[in-house]
């Protein structure tokens, strides 16, 4: 079975301090998606990142990056420099294969981090 | 991306009442999902609405209690029967093809007392 976790439930940096975010997942299926999502106190989900199980390149988008290894099934993310504006809960997801290593859209979420940066 | 609105963003309901969202996007997409998240928790999926069949419920929701309708391809409703202050959560809807990126609507936040 498929499953995520998210083993920081909360985290407190204070502004201009780098902050990992971890995520490690479970999946049986070679074909598989991760992805990233922010949640802030307004509650609507913001995609962050898409990464498939084949593309095990780092990915860098100003000052947020993740850092994707399949063997020790970890998908961190990581915000450098962190601002006041990016304290929010951020949620990690995995997409189900079907059977036959296709990909559904059923997304599996971690339990989440909450994230709070001090000015 | 899809741009997904939901109606009503918020409300305040009594048990034992039922209340229907609504979830509107801007393109036709074949596949939407209804979550919940209750609080403080993570996102559940309750169920894939895809246009012209049954929706298809995830273990523990049941069509008698989380009826969903999908008339078309841009739109879907979920009705919230015979409420109970457990029920109090935010419900959101999704669209994404399979594979693809899932896009959420803004939720709507329900409390019921």
């Known amino acids: 079975a498929q499953k995520v976790t998210q083993a920081q439930t909360e985290i407190s940096v204070v502004e201009k301090e780098d902050v990992t975010l971890d995520c490690v997942y479970e999946t049986r299926d070679t074909t598989y998606y991760l992805f990233w999502y922010k949640q802030p106190p307004s509650g609507e989900l913001v995609f962050l990142i898409r990464?498939?199980?084949?593309?095990?390149q780092n990915e860098i988008s100003g000052r947020y990056s993740w850092n994707f290894q399949k063997s020790t099934s970890s998908f961190n993310f990581t915000i450098t420099a962190s601002q006041v504006v990016d304290s929010a809960v951020y949620f990690c997801?995995?997409?189900?294969?079907?059977?036959?290593?296709?990909?559904?859209?059923?997304?599996?979420f971690g339990t989440g981090t909450l994230l709070a940066v001090q000015p | 991306s899809a741009v997904i609105s939901q109606k009503p963003s918020r409300d305040i309901c009594q048990r034992g009442t039922s209340l229907t969202i609504q979830c509107q996007v801007d393109s036709q997409v074949t596949m939407m999902f209804w979550y919940r998240q209750q609080p403080g928790q993570s996102l559940t999926l309750i169920a894939t609405?895809?246009?012209?069949?049954?929706?298809?419920?995830e273990s523990g929701f049941v069509i008698d209690k989380f009826p969903i309708s999908r008339p078309n391809l841009t739109f879907s409703t979920l009705t919230v029967s015979n409420m109970s202050p457990e029920d109090s959560s935010i419900y959101l809807c999704s669209v994404g093809p399979a594979g693809e990126t899932q896009y959420f609507g803004p939720g709507t936040r329900l409390l019921v007392l």
């Open positions: 990464r498939n199980s084949f593309d095990e």
């Open positions: 997801a995995l997409s189900e294969a079907r059977g036959y290593g296709g990909a559904t859209n059923k997304l599996i």
């Open positions: 609405a895809n246009q012209g069949s049954e929706a298809t419920y």
